[in-house]
């Protein structure tokens, strides 16, 4: 706890602006503020510019959340009427709600989420009320605390709404909704860019990107594929302009010599600036909240070769900060009028109660943050001399006018000008789409204009050959995207097959992958020979390489020959982690058949080609050096005849078999010891593990997922680690007072911060472990609370958290 906490004088919103230090050539205005605003989280402009607020006014009332569940959350609809900028007139759209957390507007009406559910709510007599609420889900939010909730309903320019911290997407089609399985990323927040590229972040890690579109990349069960939530900045360093109560003061690193924090830990929401007004370099720029230290964050983006990455282009300097540690920016967004808009939540308790430490308690004690209930504002940056855009009047806009707004300047006129075509659906608008689609000036609202006629289910061969030769690459890789219905039916030759195989050879980087992405999957010797062409001199860029294994599901080994017996195959340019990535695959699906023609494939290469057998029996795991974890075997029906041929070949080749009989057995192998069964549970144990999974649903599910594989720059599997299946007081230890990186998990290493959770008791440690040991055709014994209760005795008063180095030392079981 920094030495000197006083309490933290409450300043009124008007008061605070004298407290933010911005970038010259910006200035900040009060938007809106308590009475009219409580505790705001989220909010949404509707087609006339009025503002949608989510409420979230039960949020900590105290340091213990007492009463959090109290119904008092709200959804109003706050307006200028006098065109100032400052709300003037509120209209209470729902309330009596628990914790409502994320608002999305569509249809005349709103998704709100209000966990468990997410409803579609709407107003049918006009008295500004909602008198109708459908639900669409009822698992948003049905785990864990507030801080670790799904979130988002963010309407995208692929017509999908998409989430953060949740792993389904939306969509109002053909007169129903639709709920798509796509990956659970993020953490609190979720912003796209002019190309419909998606962006989230967690506590402490600023900035990541899905760059590929996010359903592509689990299509392939037996290969991860990267490309989404990809980590754009490497640095999270940060420059607060005052110190404030953090939750973990004493963990090293966490604050800088001045006892500021020093690197992000409480940052959320990041958007991608579209707003049309501010200087030359400000446009396409991430801005992320960092309410634990009251500031916010300008990330420069570059993109090369299909990334992205984020640079903060101030000196040891933040672009906003505030010395009022009551300011709580907790989300932004484009507004109509082209300027950044800041929700503060205003609360002085940022940090729920599930993971406050003592330090923490005692510091919001000392500055009073427990006090001023019922607050919260709205603020809105701009430059000081720029030219505001008109309040909108979108919702009785005739269509003609909506489809000139899909080439404004703003990309939110441009977003909300679509989703309303879309919803309208009106055939008449169809012809001005189309004319707009292939002739527009602005590439953007040539885009647009795609997507709108995506949405209204109006492309066609012809508008999409247009698109597909579009001199803007970002149009051309959207066209091949859109041209996967045509290429997925049944029909054997869609007519814009040629087209789309046309750019193959395209020269940007972001089109070939999306090519890759599209045409992978087809999977005729045709399209493979060209996938085969690009990975040949590409597949040394990770997200090409896997483009194309997420495509091939199942013909994996199929398409390894194939290029095994193509030339211009060499050591280099990631061809080597071509074949290994395949025959990863081979294994991960464990098909014997298709393992043993992996096999053969291994031992039939030319006696010059080692580097060849090399590469693909890497794909073979070397046992972890930690503890070994018992790895599951895979079965064949006899000893493949290809390992007497590798017995004989050169050493290199040799050295790697060990690895593969590791894994591969079959009857009567010598040497050869199956595994004991693993023991049922008893019905005490099965007990344990039922309580245990309970608890996992509301705890580790956060951070580990529920698959248990967890999450990049969440937190690490739990499926095949060393740490779950091996020694229980190890595994207790890490659960009780939490782990620090580095860390190696199956081989991979992770440098992340799990939080202790020694408030659980030896009954719930006990329950969770044995779930996890589990779970997931995990094979390791169940754990009893007395054997908790004996680690906690034998650690004694501990606060840190663990280190891989000190857990290596315990050698007790
Ligand atoms: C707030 C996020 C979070 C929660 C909640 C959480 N963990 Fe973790 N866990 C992590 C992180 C992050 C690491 C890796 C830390 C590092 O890099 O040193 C980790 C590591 C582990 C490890 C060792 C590495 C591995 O993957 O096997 C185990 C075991 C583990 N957690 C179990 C649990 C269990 C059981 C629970 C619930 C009772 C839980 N965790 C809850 C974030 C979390």
């Given at each position: 706890?920094?030495?000197?906490?006083?309490?933290?004088?409450?300043?009124?919103?008007?008061?605070?602006?004298?407290?933010?230090?911005?970038?010259?050539?910006?200035?900040?205005?009060?938007?809106?503020?308590?009475?009219?605003?409580?505790?705001?989280?989220?909010?949404q402009f509707d087609a006339d510019g009025r503002i949608w607020?989510?409420?979230?006014?039960?949020?900590?009332?105290?340091?213990?959340?007492?009463?959090?569940?109290?119904?008092?959350?709200?959804?109003?609809i706050l307006e200028d009427t006098?065109g100032?900028?400052?709300?003037?007139k509120?209209t209470?759209?729902?309330?009596?709600?628990?914790?409502?957390?994320?608002?999305?507007l569509?249809?005349d009406?709103?998704?709100?989420?209000?966990?468990?559910?997410?409803?579609?709510?709407?107003?049918?007599?006009?008295?500004?009320?909602?008198?109708?609420?459908?639900?669409?889900?009822?698992?948003?939010?049905?785990?864990?605390?507030?801080?670790?909730?799904?979130?988002?309903?963010?309407?995208?320019?692929?017509?999908?709404?998409?989430?953060?911290?949740?792993?389904?997407?939306?969509?109002?089609?053909?007169?129903?909704?639709?709920?798509?399985?796509?990956?659970?990323?993020?953490?609190?927040?979720?912003?796209?860019?002019?190309?419909?590229?998606?962006?989230?972040?967690?506590?402490?890690?600023?900035?990541?990107?899905?760059?590929?579109?996010?359903?592509?990349?689990?299509?392939?069960?037996?290969?991860?594929?990267?490309?989404?939530?990809?980590?754009?900045?490497?640095?999270?360093?940060?420059?607060?302009?005052?110190?404030?109560?953090?939750?973990?003061?004493?963990?090293?690193?966490?604050?800088?010599?001045?006892?500021?924090?020093?690197?992000?830990?409480?940052?959320?929401?990041?958007?991608?600036?579209?707003?049309?007004?501010?200087?030359?370099?400000?446009?396409?720029?991430?801005?992320?909240?960092?309410?634990?230290?009251?500031?916010?964050?300008?990330?420069?983006?570059?993109?090369?070769?299909?990334?992205?990455?984020?640079?903060?282009?101030?000196?040891?300097?933040?672009?906003?900060?505030?010395?009022?540690?009551?300011?709580?920016?907790?989300?932004?967004?484009?507004?109509p009028?082209?300027?950044?808009?800041?929700?503060?939540?205003?609360?002085?308790?940022?940090?729920?109660?599930?993971?406050?430490?003592?330090?923490?308690?005692?510091?919001?004690?000392?500055?009073?943050?427990?006090?001023?209930?019922?607050?919260?504002?709205?603020?809105?940056?701009?430059?000081?001399?720029?030219?505001?855009?008109p309040k909108p009047k979108m919702s009785h806009a005739?269509?003609?006018?909506?489809?000139?707004?899909?080439?404004?300047?703003?990309?939110w006129w441009?977003?909300t000008?679509?989703?309303l075509?879309?919803?309208?659906?009106?055939?008449?608008?169809?012809?001005?789409?189309?004319?707009?689609?292939?002739?527009?000036?602005?590439?953007?609202?040539?885009?647009?204009?795609?997507?709108?006629?995506?949405?209204?289910?109006?492309?066609?061969?012809?508008?999409?050959?247009?698109?597909?030769?579009?001199?803007?690459?970002?149009?051309?890789?959207?066209?091949?995207?859109?041209?996967?219905?045509?290429?997925?039916?049944?029909?054997?030759?869609?007519?814009?097959?040629?087209?789309?195989?046309?750019?193959?050879?395209?020269?940007?980087?972001?089109?070939?992958?999306?090519?890759?992405?599209?045409?992978?999957?087809?999977?005729?010797?045709?399209?493979?020979?060209?996938?085969?062409?690009?990975?040949?001199?590409?597949?040394?860029?990770?997200?090409?390489?896997?483009?194309?294994?997420?495509?091939?599901?199942?013909?994996?080994?199929?398409?390894?020959?194939?290029?095994?017996?193509?030339?211009?195959?060499?050591?280099?340019?990631?061809?080597?982690?071509?074949?290994?990535?395949?025959?990863?695959?081979?294994?991960?699906?464990?098909?014997?058949?298709?393992?043993?023609?992996?096999?053969?494939?291994?031992?039939?290469?030319?006696?010059?080609?080692?580097?060849?057998?090399?590469?693909?029996?890497?794909?073979?795991?070397?046992?972890?050096?930690?503890?070994?974890?018992?790895?599951?075997?895979?079965?064949?029906?006899?000893?493949?005849?290809?390992?007497?041929?590798?017995?004989?070949?050169?050493?290199?080749?040799?050295?790697?078999?060990?690895?593969?009989?590791?894994?591969?057995?079959?009857?009567?192998?010598?040497?050869?010891?199956?595994?004991?069964?693993?023991?049922?549970?008893?019905?005490?144990?099965?007990?344990?593990?039922?309580?245990?999974?309970?608890?996992?649903?509301?705890?580790?599910?956060?951070?580990?997922?529920?698959?248990?594989?967890?999450?990049?720059?969440?937190?690490?599997?739990?499926?095949?680690?060393?740490?779950?299946?091996?020694?229980?007081?190890?595994?207790?230890?890490?659960?009780?007072?939490?782990?620090?990186?580095?860390?190696?998990?199956?081989?991979?290493?992770?440098?992340?911060?799990?939080?202790?959770?020694?408030?659980?008791?030896?009954?719930?440690?006990?329950?969770?472990?044995?779930?996890?040991?589990?779970?997931?055709?995990?094979?390791?014994?169940?754990?009893?609370?007395?054997?908790?209760?004996?680690?906690?005795?034998?650690?004694?008063?501990?606060?840190?958290?663990?280190?891989?180095?000190?857990?290596?030392?315990?050698?007790?079981?």
């Amino acid at each position: 706890m920094p030495a000197h906490a006083d309490p933290v004088p409450f300043l009124t919103a008007e008061q605070t602006l004298t407290t933010f230090k911005l970038p010259e050539g910006f200035r900040i205005e009060v938007v809106a503020e308590e009475p009219m605003v409580q505790h705001p989280i989220a909010m949404q402009f509707d087609a006339d510019g009025r503002i949608w607020v989510v409420e979230m006014r039960a949020y900590m009332p105290d340091i213990d959340a007492n009463n959090e569940k109290n119904p008092i959350g709200r959804i109003s609809i706050l307006e200028d009427t006098d065109g100032d900028g400052h709300m003037n007139k509120k209209t209470i759209f729902m309330d009596g709600l628990v914790l409502p957390r994320a608002i999305g507007l569509v249809r005349d009406g709103a998704l709100v989420a209000i966990p468990p559910n997410v409803f579609f709510c709407c107003d049918t007599n006009g008295d500004g009320q909602a008198d109708e609420r459908t639900p669409l889900v009822d698992d948003y939010g049905i785990r864990g605390n507030p801080e670790h909730q799904p979130n988002g309903l963010m309407s995208s320019l692929d017509n999908w709404i998409y989430n953060a911290n949740y792993d389904k997407r939306f969509r109002f089609d053909n007169g129903k909704w639709i709920v798509d399985q796509v990956n659970d990323v993020g953490q609190y927040g979720i912003t796209q860019d002019n190309y419909g590229r998606r962006y989230t972040n967690t506590n402490s890690d600023q900035l990541r990107v899905n760059l590929i579109p996010e359903h592509y990349a689990d299509r392939n069960p037996h290969y991860r594929a990267g490309g989404i939530n990809v980590q754009t900045a490497l640095d999270q360093y940060c420059w607060p302009s005052h110190n404030t109560a953090i939750n973990r003061p004493l963990m090293k690193g966490m604050l800088d010599f001045r006892g500021r924090l020093s690197h992000f830990t409480g940052c959320c929401s990041p958007v991608i600036y579209r707003g049309g007004i501010f200087p030359d370099g400000f446009e396409g720029n991430a801005f992320i909240c960092e309410p634990v230290a009251n500031f916010i964050r300008r990330d420069v983006l570059s993109e090369n070769d299909a990334t992205v990455s984020a640079q903060n282009p101030y000196e040891r300097d933040e672009f906003l900060t505030s010395t009022y540690e009551r300011f709580r920016p907790v989300n932004l967004y484009n507004g109509p009028d082209g300027a950044l808009y800041i929700v503060d939540i205003h609360h002085g308790l940022i940090q729920h109660k599930t993971y406050e430490t003592p330090e923490v308690i005692a510091d919001y004690r000392a500055r009073e943050l427990d006090k001023y209930l019922g607050t919260g504002r709205i603020y809105r940056v701009l430059p000081t001399s720029a030219t505001l855009y008109p309040k909108p009047k979108m919702s009785h806009a005739s269509s003609a006018e909506l489809v000139g707004f899909l080439s404004h300047p703003s990309g939110w006129w441009r977003d909300t000008a679509q989703r309303l075509l879309v919803e309208r659906n009106d055939f008449k608008s169809a012809h001005a789409l189309t004319k707009l689609a292939a002739n527009g000036e602005n590439p953007l609202g040539r885009l647009h204009a795609l997507w709108t006629l995506e949405g209204m289910h109006r492309l066609d061969a012809a508008i999409l050959t247009t698109a597909l030769a579009d001199k803007d690459s970002h149009i051309r890789a959207a066209a091949i995207r859109m041209c996967e219905p045509m290429l997925f039916s049944k029909d054997a030759s869609p007519r814009v097959l040629p087209q789309v195989l046309n750019l193959a050879g395209d020269s940007e980087p972001h089109v070939r992958l999306q090519f890759v992405l599209t045409v992978g999957q087809l999977g005729t010797p045709q399209t493979d020979g060209l996938i085969a062409n690009i990975l040949r001199e590409g597949a040394d860029k990770p997200l090409l390489l896997d483009a194309a294994v997420s495509g091939m599901r199942g013909r994996e080994v199929i398409f390894l020959e194939s290029i095994l017996g193509q030339i211009g195959w060499t050591q280099s340019r990631g061809h080597a982690a071509t074949f290994t990535a395949l025959s990863k695959c081979v294994l991960a699906e464990a098909n014997s058949r298709r393992v043993a023609r992996l096999l053969e494939l291994i031992a039939a290469q030319p006696a010059d080609q080692v580097w060849r057998q090399t590469a693909m029996l890497d794909a073979f795991p070397a046992p972890t050096a930690t503890t070994q974890p018992a790895r599951r075997g895979i079965m064949l029906p006899s000893e493949p005849p290809a390992l007497a041929i590798l017995k004989k070949a050169s050493p290199a080749v040799r050295g790697k078999l060990a690895n593969v009989t590791a894994i591969l057995h079959w009857p009567r192998q010598p040497g050869y010891i199956p595994p004991p069964p693993v023991k049922p549970l008893t019905p005490e144990e099965q007990t344990r593990f039922a309580a245990g999974k309970v608890l996992y649903t509301s705890i580790c599910i956060q951070c580990h997922k529920a698959d248990g594989m967890g999450q990049a720059g969440l937190a690490p599997p739990l499926v095949d680690s060393e740490w779950v299946l091996g020694s229980e007081s190890r595994m207790a230890r890490i659960v009780i007072n939490g782990l620090h990186g580095p860390v190696t998990v199956d081989g991979t290493s992770f440098n992340l911060d799990m939080p202790g959770l020694s408030a659980l008791s030896d009954d719930q440690i006990a329950a969770a472990m044995t779930y996890v040991r589990r779970e997931w055709d995990n094979g390791a014994s169940p754990v009893k609370p007395s054997k908790v209760k004996e680690v906690r005795a034998r650690i004694g008063v501990r606060t840190q958290s663990w280190s891989e180095r000190e857990l290596l030392k315990i050698n007790e079981d």
